[in-house]
């Protein structure tokens, strides 16, 4: 189950995300739109390698990381 908790706009409403929760793995991801259309989905986790491989360590962000991103997508920060 999924809960979508913030939603933030670009001034020409051409870009918007949403930042979402998810219950089953506790995890938030922001989904980021262009003109109405799904660009990426991503999952606010950063995992970490020893050699390129293997994760060794995973990161789980908070909402306030969430809203960051979405708001950098909003902006044309992300691309």
Do not use: C, Q
């Not at 089953?24 to 390129?52: A, C």
């Amino acid at each position: 189950m999924t809960d979508v908790l913030d939603k933030f706009y670009s001034n020409d409403k051409k870009r918007h995300a949403h930042v979402i929760y998810d219950h089953i793995s506790k995890v938030y991801k922001v989904d980021m739109f262009e003109n109405d259309t799904l660009i990426k989905s991503v999952p606010m986790v950063t995992e970490f390698t020893d050699d390129g491989y293997f994760v060794t360590e995973e990161v789980v962000h908070s909402k306030s990381y969430a809203e960051d991103a979405a708001e950098n997508w909003v902006l044309g920060v992300i691309e």
